[in-house]
């Protein structure tokens, strides 16, 4: 089984959080016990965005993880993604016409 790590879950790791580090370690040894670990591209491009990052860092990291990336991805996945962040999007603003306005005076 191959699974896909979303960079939430990469960068959970890096977190001085030691929760957020111990949740984050133990669903990738699950998910790696199964099979192989990949980052998709735009994974790669947003780990590499964090503050104080280098691509030498992140590179290592996924050396010494054995996490590949997958550099090329097909049309269905693009557009699977499309479809997901098009339904992130909507609930956001669903989220934002909810909530509490505050009046100013």
Known sequence: MIT???SNVIAALWQPDEHLNRSARKALDIA??????VVSA???AEL???LGREEKFVNGF???????VEWNLEEGIWRMAGR???GYAERRRKQRDNAVRKVSC
């Open 84 to 86: 997901a962040f098009q």
């Open 4 to 6: 896909a790590v979303d």
């Open 32 to 37: 790696q016990s199964r099979g192989r670990l």
């Open 42 to 44: 735009p994974v790669f």
């Open 48 to 50: 590499l965005a964090g």
């Open 62 to 68: 996924f050396r010494a993880t054995n996490i590949a």
